[in-house]
């Protein structure tokens, strides 16, 4: 189990009253957009100052399952870790690699771990 928030427990403020109903005729077709949307910042960034987005020309990277005008998430902050998929700079161009056990006299600059990877589905 994975305790969220910690702290004590208050009262309610406020007391609900029971009322008759206000509402006449039939409910509205709009109330669905009352509801919270999603915010994938919230979601899915884990170090809002270190992560960017970032759009992908091309399908150079579809070994990876990166295609043309897909969005890379990528965390600066983050320690890659084996089997990770990384944004590198190899003589001054953008690359992703997949990390292995370092290598002596790697040839690549790490930006960065992609954290994430969004695509169209059709």
């Not at 609900?16 to 915010?39: C, M, N, R, W």
């Not at 070994?63 to 965390?75: E, K, M, P, Q, S």
């Not at 370092?102 to 589905?121: A, D, N």
Request: aromatic fraction near 8%; charged fraction near 25%.
């Amino acid at each position: 189990m994975e305790v969220k928030t910690a702290g004590k427990l208050s009262k309610s403020k406020s007391k609900h009253k029971a009322e008759v109903s206000k509402q006449t005729g039939f409910p509205s077709a709009a109330t669905h957009y009352a509801e919270l949307s999603i915010d994938l910042n919230k979601e899915l960034v884990i170090h809002q100052d270190a992560t960017f987005f970032i759009r992908v020309e091309g399908n150079e990277m579809e070994y990876f399952r990166i295609y043309n005008n897909d969005v890379l998430l990528v965390d600066r902050s983050l320690i890659p870790k084996n089997g990770d998929l990384a944004l590198v700079v190899i003589e001054s161009d953008f690359s992703v690699i997949k990390i292995t056990k370092e290598e002596p006299g790697s040839s690549y600059t790490l930006w960065g771990v992609i954290t994430h990877i969004i695509h169209k589905v059709i």
